[in-house]
């Protein structure tokens, strides 16, 4: 699987984004699908999880209430709508996926492809 990440951007506080990360191959729909992102001088962090089948998501506390993530199996795509941005959201954002992952509660280690990151950056 190969993914394609776009749609950052700079974007005022309180502003909204939406993220998609494109995956090539028919194998998609059976990916548990993640987000993680990224600040300058930090470790990458998860973000948000999706089921195969879309019907159940996982957030970290820092984005839970803001950030949807969504996926479109007919499409190949899961996305991750972002609203109420906040400056402590800038950083790159990598989508990922797993073929093993027991639980949403995803973990780096967990994820078999990863996308080539897109940069969001949030500005006061």
């Known amino acids: 699987v190969q993914l394609q990440a776009s749609g950052g951007g700079l974007v005022q506080a309180g502003g909204s984004l939406r993220l998609s990360c494109a995956a090539s191959g028919h194998t998609f729909r059976s990916y548990v699908m993640g987000w993680f992102r990224q600040a300058p001088g930090k470790e990458r962090e998860f973000a948000a999880a999706?089921?195969?089948?879309?019907?159940?998501?996982y957030y970290a506390d820092s984005v839970k209430g803001r950030f949807t993530i969504y996926r479109d199996n007919a499409m190949n795509t899961v996305y991750l709508q972002m609203n109420s941005l906040q400056p402590e959201d800038t950083a790159a954002y990598y989508c990922a996926a797993s073929r093993t992952a027991r639980s949403l509660v995803l973990t780096a280690s967990e994820c078999d492809f990863w996308g080539q990151g897109t940069q969001v950056t949030v500005s006061s």
């Open positions: 999706i089921s195969w089948g879309g019907g159940s998501t």
